[in-house]
């Protein structure tokens, strides 16, 4: 890697200043950004982490409300969100390795936007308020395609709202050597409907499967989505799946993500 | 009971201590003071002209010490390759230059162009960048078959093809396997790919170059297989220097699997930097490195066909392979689709007619070798395929198809050179139908079906030439090296022995297998020996390890060399004890006189030897150490039965493996323990490539599976607990340990059970598939069972 100065700030007004620099960078888990500044794709001029600010770090329940603190570890999640959210919880416990969970956090996930990542699939299904430095975001309005979200540059991530659903599961479909998701669904049902929410498989990064929804939203069973074909337009062809079979995944998966959110 | 010590004990590995807790000696462990570090510019395009190499802003960065490109080597040797291939015209195979650093063009995405060694590594990288390059980018030779059509572009234009040989085997038998074609009753074909892969050893390879002007000296620390034929190749074909002059030392190398059998440019590249900079040079290669620089292995594409009569009797064989060679002929590369491939397409099978044809084909990509099984894998998959192929068009059972076809009396000559000496295949299939439960897999795959999978049983049998080989045999067939294999035994003055082996230990165990062998044939404590390996400087010349040969070849100079050892111990002993040296008998580490009560132990012998005050110096020397050279007479044939049962889900195609059974004769076995776990990483390799390995080009010739991001490893969660079995054994005739060889037999046996069930499972559920390429990967079932 290039050489780089770097930051700890235990605040986040902190962070925001030193990150006015430029070229300077979030640094969250580093589950990316420290590959690719390895392999020199990278060149900040500042490496800002975010791992030393306490207000970012936690899970909390309050009424139906799961806050989650954007400098969040993953196995945090996994094991402090399984009782108010287990779905969320069996998510955050099946990313990558005990080494990647123990590291990569939330935030970071969200920010970087990996249309592979589990994370932005249970953002999106649960309709998930994004809360940064500065705004609140809603989910439908924060992913903007293939690692592409709407923060401005230097803007973090320092928390993110689930409204807790009645039932959901999550449904991933690893590809055999990242183990990312080919195909991740995330379905969460609340009162006032069914969201469902897609991983891994369009170029477009992680979206909303509407017509999986209107169908759940009035029978919310596996029986409602059988017949239902997700579209292979727009779907990721690769060495590992052509966007036909990732297409079709999408309709298993829901399936079996309904049939276990019971 | 099983023993405790010696051989068929399964003594615990002395040398995982060191392993385990972080104390051993890898190549990379090894830093020389002063040591200056290299970086290789590579090439980032397949295949083009180098219009020009300006390294001047790049000489002037900070810590850069030089910097070396092609034109540094003009005129020293390039990479020698060790096997020479006749084509069926009786003509030499092609066999263009392979610089240590690109010349005029490069030929595969990570080709060398420029190598830039500086005060450290990252100086060396930002320097590298400011090399300006001006390569001019030519079309792609990446599909086989399009190579080898008239207007291909050519990645060496001075040979004018891309066809390396065109082998015939044998060319003789050509007519009379037509003729038994177009008299059989059936006959079943199959055309397949197997698949390329990467051989990922754990430790990436690392070379350090060192010079001692003082005498003029060069030592590479490598890590390689058979730090000798480095030694010979690189000091005699690329850079040289005498063999007394150059000392090559391979430490603990973690993990090899073939593809650090081969001698690569880096390792000519820093020996000769440290000479020309009189500076230790170091190179470590990154794992992205190593998926575009370290030998691949496999990538055929095969037609078989199999012809069987009336009473399905295997009556001839054909097959037409198209073999990557890749850009470069790496060390031993043309021997793998040919000698490793061709003689063993009988398999186990009384086939009595066989012609093979391999068309080996250069294209822009990394080179190909050898990788664990080598050529066996690749027949021994087609064989076990097309068989399989042939009971389901049939409609008989695979296992009695089979079995009507074994070959049951030994020695068998075969078809195709060579001769089995024992074997027992009926042995094996029966112990396999026992472990594996054959009799409850209806029942099995009755609650698979509950659940909703399909569940699939797959066999195969296998036979490999191990051993390797007779030095005069593989002459014969274009080797350029001799394939004996050395040790020293050096009995100290106070009884602990030294084995000085040729054989090189890079997970296989010798330091506690080897020691079993020589305690049983001595009766001293294993712990009195120990075992020395990887060092020109302190093993005679020896060739490696590498084609499951080291306690068959090396374990053989080894049992050559103690005996040389207790006959002269026993000449001293009857001198000792003033009796005839034809009543010495050696038992549990004492010399005694037979019909008498007089002992002498082992240890007093060898203080004798050493302190010859009462010795018989007119007849013998001093000393107690002993060199052996061996030189099989034959390979060895391991064979064996695998079994796989899978599950598959029809809604993903998602294959997952329930169980896997394995039985192989290995013959005799020395350490148990091991040998199942060599099994257990053979089979896990194997259904690595079934499944999951998968080395992908795009039609520009870039690697797309260029990290484990996209090359999916097998993990733990990936493969089952084996049931392993080696009760079955015949051991070999003809050497003194009657082994055959376990390393390669899980990799070459396990592809065609796994595959083979997966089409089980597909036909269980209607799905009328005859065959899917490796990897089997779900979305290839997939598209399979909805094509």
Same mark, same amino acid.
């Given at each position: 890697m290039y050489a780089f100065d770097f930051e700890k700030p235990t605040s986040v007004a902190d962070a925001v200043v030193a990150l006015k620099d430029e070229d300077?960078?979030?640094?969250?888990?580093?589950?990316?950004?420290?590959?690719?500044?390895?392999?020199?794709?990278? %060149?900040?001029?500042?490496?800002?982490?975010?791992?030393?600010?306490?207000?970012?770090?936690?899970? %909390?329940?309050?009424?139906?409300?799961?806050?989650?603190?954007?400098?969040?570890?993953?196995?945090?999640?996994?094991?402090?969100?399984?009782?108010?959210?287990?779905?969320?919880?069996?998510?955050?416990?099946?990313?990558?390795?005990?080494?990647?969970?123990?590291?990569? +956090?939330?935030?970071?996930?969200?920010?970087?936007?990996?249309?592979?990542?589990?994370?932005?699939?249970?953002?999106?299904?649960?309709?998930? +308020?994004?809360? +940064?430095?500065?705004?609140?975001?809603?989910?439908?309005?924060?992913?903007?395609?293939?690692?592409? +979200?709407?923060?401005?540059?230097?803007?973090?991530?320092t928390a993110v709202k689930f409204p807790i659903p009645e039932a959901a599961n999550y449904q991933k479909f690893e590809q055999p050597a990242s183990r990312f998701a080919l195909v991740g669904v995330f379905v969460a049902k609340y009162a006032d409907g069914v969201r469902v929410a897609v991983t891994g498989a369009s170029e477009e990064g992680v979206f909303r499967w509407t017509e999986a929804e209107e169908a759940l939203s009035g029978n919310f069973s596996p029986d409602a989505v059988a017949g239902l074909a997700a579209s292979a337009d727009g779907m990721i062809t690769d060495l590992h799946g052509s966007g036909a079979y990732r297409a079709h995944l999408i309709g298993v998966l829901t399936k079996r993500a309904v049939a276990a959110a019971g | 009971m099983p023993k405790d010590h010696g051989i068929g004990a399964s003594n615990k590995r002395r040398e995982d201590i060191r392993f385990l807790t972080g104390t051993g000696n890898y190549t990379d462990d090894i830093n020389i003071h002063g040591q200056a570090y290299v970086y290789f510019l590579r090439s980032d395009v397949a295949h083009g002209k180098i219009n020009s190499i300006d390294t001047a802003a790049a000489a002037a960065m900070p810590g850069v010490v030089r910097i070396f490109t092609g034109a540094d080597f003009e005129g020293i040797g390039g990479l020698p390759c060790g096997w020479q291939v006749t084509d069926k015209h009786g003509e030499p195979m092609k066999e263009p230059p392979h610089p240590v650093l690109a010349q005029g063009k490069v030929r595969h995405v990570g080709d060398p162009i420029a190598?830039?060694?500086?005060?450290?590594?990252?100086?060396?990288?930002?320097?590298?960048?400011?090399? /300006?390059?001006?390569?001019?980018?030519?079309?792609?030779?990446?599909?086989?078959?399009?190579?080898?059509?008239?207007?291909?572009?050519?990645?060496?234009?001075?040979?004018?093809?891309?066809?390396?040989?065109?082998?015939?085997?044998?060319? /003789?038998?050509?007519?009379?396997?037509?003729?038994?074609?177009?008299?059989?009753?059936?006959?079943?074909?199959?055309?397949?790919?197997?698949?390329?892969?990467?051989?990922?050893?754990?430790?990436?390879?690392?070379?350090?170059?060192?010079?001692?002007?003082?005498?003029?000296?060069?030592?590479?620390?490598?890590?390689?297989?058979?730090?000798?034929?480095?030694?010979?190749?690189?000091?005699?074909?690329?850079?040289?220097?005498?063999?007394?002059?150059?000392?090559?030392?391979?430490?603990?190398?973690?993990?090899?699997?073939?593809?650090?059998?081969?001698?690569?440019?880096?390792?000519a590249f820093c020996t000769f930097a440290a000479k020309q900079l009189n500076r230790a040079v170091k190179w470590t290669s990154s794992r992205s490195e190593a998926f575009m620089s370290d030998a691949h292995g496999r990538d055929h594409v095969t037609k078989i066909q199999l012809a069987l009569d009336a009473d399905n009797n295997f009556t001839a064989l054909r097959t037409e392979t198209y073999a990557n060679m890749g850009a470069y002929l790496s060390t031993f590369a043309p021997s793998v689709p040919t000698w490793l491939h061709g003689t063993l397409m009988a398999g186990n099978y009384k086939t009595p007619l066989i012609y093979v044809n391999v068309k080996a084909v250069f294209t822009n990509t990394v080179p190909v070798d050898a990788y664990r099984g080598a050529g066996r894998p690749e027949a021994t998959f087609q064989l076990e395929r097309v068989i399989d192929k042939a009971a389901r068009e049939l409609?008989?059972?695979?296992?009695?198809?089979?079995?009507?076809?074994?070959?049951?009396?030994?020695p068998y000559a075969t078809p195709v050179a060579v001769e089995y000496d024992t074997g027992d295949y009926h042995a094996t299939m029966d112990k396999l139908v026992e472990i594996a439960d054959f009799a409850g897999f209806e029942a099995r795959r009755k609650d698979s079906e509950a659940k909703g999978k399909l569940r699939g049983l797959g066999v195969n049998c296998y036979i490999e030439a191990c051993g390797i080989a007779p030095s005069n045999l593989v002459g014969q067939l274009g080797a350029r090296a001799g394939l004996y294999e050395s040790a020293t035994v050096r009995v100290n003055a106070t009884g602990g022995v030294v084995v000085m082996t040729g054989s090189h230990s890079h997970g296989q165990g010798h330091e506690t297998s080897f020691p079993q062998v020589i305690s049983e044939m001595i009766g001293i404590p294993e712990d009195q020996v120990e075992i020395v390996h990887g060092d020109t400087a302190r093993s005679p010349m020896g060739m490696g390890t590498y084609g499951s040969r080291s306690l068959a070849v090396g374990g053989s100079a080894m049992v050559r060399a103690a005996e040389k050892i207790i006959n002269k111990a026993k000449k001293i002993a009857a001198h000792l004890m003033e009796a005839s040296e034809g009543d010495i008998e050696l038992k549990d580490g004492a010399f005694s006189v037979a019909g008498t009560d007089k002992s002498v132990a082992w240890g007093e012998v060898c203080l004798a030897a050493y302190v010859p005050h009462n010795y018989p110096l007119e007849d013998i020397e001093?000393?107690?150490?002993?060199?052996?050279?061996?030189?099989?007479?034959?390979?060895?044939?391991?064979?064996?039965?695998?079994?796989?049962?899978?599950?598959?889900?029809? /809604?993903?195609?998602?294959?997952?493996?329930?169980?896997?059974?394995?039985?192989?004769?290995?013959?005799?076995?020395?350490?148990?323990?091991i040998v199942d776990g060599q099994v257990h990483g053979g089979i896990g390799q194997g259904i690595g490539q079934a499944l999951l390995e998968n080395c992908a080009y795009d039609e520009n010739g870039q690697l797309l599976s260029a990290s484990y991001m996209d090359y999916a490893m097998p993990r733990a969660s990936d493969v089952p607990f084996y049931k392993v079995d080696h009760s079955c054994q015949t051991p070999c005739t003809h050497n003194p340990l009657g082994v055959k060889g376990c390393g390669e037999a899980g990799a070459i046996g396990s592809p065609p059970a796994v595959v083979n069930a997966v089409i089980d499972a597909l036909h269980s559920g209607g799905h009328k598939v005859e065959h899917i390429d490796m990897p089997v990967s779900p979305s290839r079932v997939w598209a399979a069972m909805n094509g």
């Amino acid at each position: 890697m290039y050489a780089f100065d770097f930051e700890k700030p235990t605040s986040v007004a902190d962070a925001v200043v030193a990150l006015k620099d430029e070229d300077a960078l979030a640094l969250g888990g580093g589950q990316t950004l420290i590959p690719t500044l390895k392999q020199r794709l990278a %060149s900040p001029s500042k490496l800002v982490s975010l791992m030393g600010i306490a207000e970012m770090q936690g899970v %909390s329940a309050d009424g139906g409300t799961l806050t989650i603190g954007g400098g969040t570890k993953h196995a945090v999640v996994a094991a402090e969100a399984a009782s108010a959210y287990p779905a969320l919880a069996a998510l955050a416990g099946g990313i990558g390795d005990p080494a990647v969970r123990n590291r990569g +956090t939330i935030g970071g996930s969200l920010a970087n936007n990996d249309p592979a990542a589990c994370y932005p699939s249970a953002a999106l299904a649960s309709g998930a +308020t994004i809360v +940064t430095d500065k705004r609140e975001i809603a989910a439908d309005d924060y992913f903007q395609g293939m690692f592409t +979200t709407a923060l401005d540059e230097g803007e973090i991530v320092t928390a993110v709202k689930f409204p807790i659903p009645e039932a959901a599961n999550y449904q991933k479909f690893e590809q055999p050597a990242s183990r990312f998701a080919l195909v991740g669904v995330f379905v969460a049902k609340y009162a006032d409907g069914v969201r469902v929410a897609v991983t891994g498989a369009s170029e477009e990064g992680v979206f909303r499967w509407t017509e999986a929804e209107e169908a759940l939203s009035g029978n919310f069973s596996p029986d409602a989505v059988a017949g239902l074909a997700a579209s292979a337009d727009g779907m990721i062809t690769d060495l590992h799946g052509s966007g036909a079979y990732r297409a079709h995944l999408i309709g298993v998966l829901t399936k079996r993500a309904v049939a276990a959110a019971g | 009971m099983p023993k405790d010590h010696g051989i068929g004990a399964s003594n615990k590995r002395r040398e995982d201590i060191r392993f385990l807790t972080g104390t051993g000696n890898y190549t990379d462990d090894i830093n020389i003071h002063g040591q200056a570090y290299v970086y290789f510019l590579r090439s980032d395009v397949a295949h083009g002209k180098i219009n020009s190499i300006d390294t001047a802003a790049a000489a002037a960065m900070p810590g850069v010490v030089r910097i070396f490109t092609g034109a540094d080597f003009e005129g020293i040797g390039g990479l020698p390759c060790g096997w020479q291939v006749t084509d069926k015209h009786g003509e030499p195979m092609k066999e263009p230059p392979h610089p240590v650093l690109a010349q005029g063009k490069v030929r595969h995405v990570g080709d060398p162009i420029a190598a830039v060694v500086a005060d450290s590594l990252d100086q060396a990288r930002d320097a590298a960048e400011a090399i /300006e390059l001006d390569i001019e980018e030519l079309p792609a030779v990446v599909d086989m078959k399009a190579a080898v059509q008239e207007g291909s572009a050519l990645v060496h234009d001075d040979i004018g093809t891309n066809l390396c040989y065109d082998w015939g085997f044998v060319e /003789e038998n050509k007519g009379a396997v037509e003729e038994a074609f177009s008299k059989a009753a059936h006959v079943t074909t199959l055309e397949l790919r197997n698949n390329r892969l990467v051989a990922n050893p754990m430790e990436p390879r690392v070379a350090v170059g060192d010079f001692n002007r003082a005498s003029g000296d060069s030592t590479l620390y490598t890590t390689s297989q058979n730090p000798h034929v480095i030694r010979l190749l690189m000091g005699a074909f690329v850079l040289g220097i005498p063999e007394h002059k150059l000392r090559v030392v391979a430490p603990d190398v973690g993990g090899g699997f073939g593809t650090k059998i081969f001698h690569y440019a880096e390792e000519a590249f820093c020996t000769f930097a440290a000479k020309q900079l009189n500076r230790a040079v170091k190179w470590t290669s990154s794992r992205s490195e190593a998926f575009m620089s370290d030998a691949h292995g496999r990538d055929h594409v095969t037609k078989i066909q199999l012809a069987l009569d009336a009473d399905n009797n295997f009556t001839a064989l054909r097959t037409e392979t198209y073999a990557n060679m890749g850009a470069y002929l790496s060390t031993f590369a043309p021997s793998v689709p040919t000698w490793l491939h061709g003689t063993l397409m009988a398999g186990n099978y009384k086939t009595p007619l066989i012609y093979v044809n391999v068309k080996a084909v250069f294209t822009n990509t990394v080179p190909v070798d050898a990788y664990r099984g080598a050529g066996r894998p690749e027949a021994t998959f087609q064989l076990e395929r097309v068989i399989d192929k042939a009971a389901r068009e049939l409609g008989v059972d695979p296992v009695e198809l089979r079995r009507q076809n074994f070959i049951t009396e030994f020695p068998y000559a075969t078809p195709v050179a060579v001769e089995y000496d024992t074997g027992d295949y009926h042995a094996t299939m029966d112990k396999l139908v026992e472990i594996a439960d054959f009799a409850g897999f209806e029942a099995r795959r009755k609650d698979s079906e509950a659940k909703g999978k399909l569940r699939g049983l797959g066999v195969n049998c296998y036979i490999e030439a191990c051993g390797i080989a007779p030095s005069n045999l593989v002459g014969q067939l274009g080797a350029r090296a001799g394939l004996y294999e050395s040790a020293t035994v050096r009995v100290n003055a106070t009884g602990g022995v030294v084995v000085m082996t040729g054989s090189h230990s890079h997970g296989q165990g010798h330091e506690t297998s080897f020691p079993q062998v020589i305690s049983e044939m001595i009766g001293i404590p294993e712990d009195q020996v120990e075992i020395v390996h990887g060092d020109t400087a302190r093993s005679p010349m020896g060739m490696g390890t590498y084609g499951s040969r080291s306690l068959a070849v090396g374990g053989s100079a080894m049992v050559r060399a103690a005996e040389k050892i207790i006959n002269k111990a026993k000449k001293i002993a009857a001198h000792l004890m003033e009796a005839s040296e034809g009543d010495i008998e050696l038992k549990d580490g004492a010399f005694s006189v037979a019909g008498t009560d007089k002992s002498v132990a082992w240890g007093e012998v060898c203080l004798a030897a050493y302190v010859p005050h009462n010795y018989p110096l007119e007849d013998i020397e001093p000393g107690l150490e002993e060199t052996a050279f061996y030189d099989p007479s034959n390979f060895t044939y391991p064979s064996g039965a695998y079994c796989c049962e899978v599950e598959v889900d029809p /809604e993903t195609g998602k294959v997952t493996i329930e169980s896997f059974a394995a039985t192989d004769d290995f013959g005799n076995i020395v350490n148990p323990m091991i040998v199942d776990g060599q099994v257990h990483g053979g089979i896990g390799q194997g259904i690595g490539q079934a499944l999951l390995e998968n080395c992908a080009y795009d039609e520009n010739g870039q690697l797309l599976s260029a990290s484990y991001m996209d090359y999916a490893m097998p993990r733990a969660s990936d493969v089952p607990f084996y049931k392993v079995d080696h009760s079955c054994q015949t051991p070999c005739t003809h050497n003194p340990l009657g082994v055959k060889g376990c390393g390669e037999a899980g990799a070459i046996g396990s592809p065609p059970a796994v595959v083979n069930a997966v089409i089980d499972a597909l036909h269980s559920g209607g799905h009328k598939v005859e065959h899917i390429d490796m990897p089997v990967s779900p979305s290839r079932v997939w598209a399979a069972m909805n094509g």
